[in-house]
């Protein structure tokens, strides 16, 4: 099933690209118009009327900025605008900007200062660098923000922000939210979020290559239960367990169980006894890992979560030499640090930021084609975690999670995600599906936890977000 166009993330330039390729069925400059329209109208929806100022840049999205100007203007607001630089005359922008008929005041912190709202259609697709001091001291003079596009100062293709940006009310975008709406930490700049339909033809975006989506059901399908279910169809998880820290293989086996599997067991050799105390629907074993490998139906195995480094050694290689599929977390991920081509051939890992760091070094401010790039190198799922959670594959695709809660920044919470792909995973997903569904999942758990849950609090939410997913993918 192809992925949802409606979930695509364009990158600015690849918004450029859509406008030159519908040109000929919609002119930039009706686009423009229609985008000044939206967001005149979502400031009459958001605001009372009050005295605007819009602050335009020289590009296309000053353009924008004078046609709201015009409309706000008609809508009977006091509105001013001042120009940062005027637009290369012939252009949309300049013929936008003639059309403006209202007052021209200087681009100054003193004109902001004074405005109850500024409309901030400095820089949108275009920034390329950070923006000048005279930029940001007006910007920063602001009481209230809307921004246009973008807020000026974040670059659209990774949520960095560029030296510095406006703190807005409100930002309205056009055709597709970008990858830097969604990613932080420019997606914390946005205030409440517009994405206006400017009746750009959608069919474009199929031609343009794109292979960021916004991670949410329908960009995968979890399987629901069906009266044929039984254990096997839903599916085998199988855990590693260590001695030392049997508390994470816990979480994750109680994950795995929440999320739907049909059976999880954990394997831990002579620990097995430990285990057993612990709940009781779940199957401990204490036999060789190679003997339980014979069983053809424990195809996934989570490797990593309270082991130790010496632990991943005497359990990663012998899973991989038996082509099992591997989820690989935690203690695999610092065993796999000293050499990254050690888990070559796991399916996918989910290393949080430090752990991403010392695997692949520091990402920098573009995480997304970090992850990309990390992905390919180890040809495995990458799921970047953190607040918001990138999730890329070998073949270049990648999804961007802001699904989540901060409720989720506890410890064992990690653990817990890795049961939940297992689950998706033992339930016969491709690969990044599970990762992207177990993400949304443990994204929505957190959600539903309540205030200050611990990792086990999640455990109890992960049924009703396993539903929720099935039927909004519907
Ligand atoms: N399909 C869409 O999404 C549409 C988008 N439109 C608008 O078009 C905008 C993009 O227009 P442009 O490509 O003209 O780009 P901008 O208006 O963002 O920037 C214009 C130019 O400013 C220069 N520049 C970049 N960073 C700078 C900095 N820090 N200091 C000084 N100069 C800098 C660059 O040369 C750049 O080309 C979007 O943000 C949006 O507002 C609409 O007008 C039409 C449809
Ligand atoms: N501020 C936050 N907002 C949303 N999710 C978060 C936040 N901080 C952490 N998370 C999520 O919580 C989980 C923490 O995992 P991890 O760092 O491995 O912790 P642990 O090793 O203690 O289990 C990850 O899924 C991460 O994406
Ligand atoms: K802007």
């Known amino acids: 099933m192809p992925h949802p166009r ?264 002579e620990n097995a006894p430990a285990f057993r105390l612990g709940a009781p629907g779940l199957i401990v074993d204490d036999g060789e890992l190679a003997n339980l490998l014979q069983d053809e139906r424990r195809k996934i195995w989570i490797c990593g979560p309270g082991l130790t480094p010496d632990e991943v050694a005497e359990t990663l290689p012998i899973l991989l030499k038996a082509e099992r599929i591997v989820l690989a977390d935690a203690g695999a991920l610092t065993w796999g640090a000293e050499n990254p081509e050690r888990l070559k051939g796991v399916a996918a890992i989910t290393p949080h930021i430090g752990e991403f760091s010392r695997l692949f070094g520091k990402p920098g401010e573009d995480r997304l084609s970090a992850a990309r790039e990390a992905a390919r190198k180890i040809n495995a799922v990458v799921v970047m975690k953190g607040a918001d959670t990138i999730i890329a594959a070998p073949d270049g695709r990648a999804a961007i999670n802001d699904h989540a809660s901060p409720a989720l920044a506890t410890a064992g919470s990690g653990d817990t995600l890795t049961g939940v792909i297992g689950t998706m995973l033992a339930a016969g997903m491709p690969v990044w599906e599970a990762c992207c569904a177990g993400v949304w999942l443990h994204g929505e758990a957190g959600l539903r936890a309540g205030d200050w849950p611990i990792a086990e609090d999640l455990d109890a939410h992960l049924g009703a977000a396993r539903t929720k997913a099935i039927e909004l993918g519907l």
């Open 6 to 269: 409606s979930l695509l993330l364009p990158t600015p330039a690849q918004c450029g690209e859509m406008d030159r390729l519908a040109y000929k069925a919609v002119p930039i400059a009706t686009l423009m118009d229609r985008a000044g329209w939206a967001v005149a109208r979502a400031i009459r929806l958001h605001f009372t009327p009050c005295r605007v100022l819009v602050l335009c840049g020289p590009g296309n999205n000053g353009g924008d900025g004078y046609v709201a100007a015009r409309y706000l203007a008609q809508m009977g607001s006091p509105v001013a605008v001042a120009a940062l630089a005027e637009p290369r005359s012939d252009s949309d922008a300049a013929k936008a900007a003639a059309l403006f008929k209202g007052p021209r005041v200087p681009f100054s912190p003193k004109e902001a200062a004074r405005a109850d709202l500024v409309v901030d259609a400095i820089f949108g697709a275009g920034l390329s660098r950070a923006p000048e001091e005279n930029v940001v001291s007006v910007l920063k003079a602001a009481q209230r923000v809307v921004a246009i596009d973008m807020p000026t100062g974040i670059d659209g293709a990774t949520g960095a922000i560029l030296g510095d940006a406006p703190d807005c009310e409100l930002t309205v975008t056009f055709v597709r939210p970008k990858p830097g709406h969604k990613l932080l930490p420019g997606s914390a700049k946005l205030g409440d979020f517009v994405c206006a339909d400017i009746g750009e033809p959608q069919g474009i975006l199929d031609q343009l290559g794109i292979q960021t989506w916004h991670n949410e059901p329908g960009l995968w399908h979890i399987p629901p239960m069906t009266p044929e279910s039984y254990k096997y169809s839903r599916g085998v998880v199988s855990i590693c367990a260590g001695g030392s820290m049997p508390g994470a293989a816990r979480l994750s086996a109680a994950g795995a169980r929440a999320s739907g599997a049909g059976l999880v067991r954990i394997s831990a050799g």
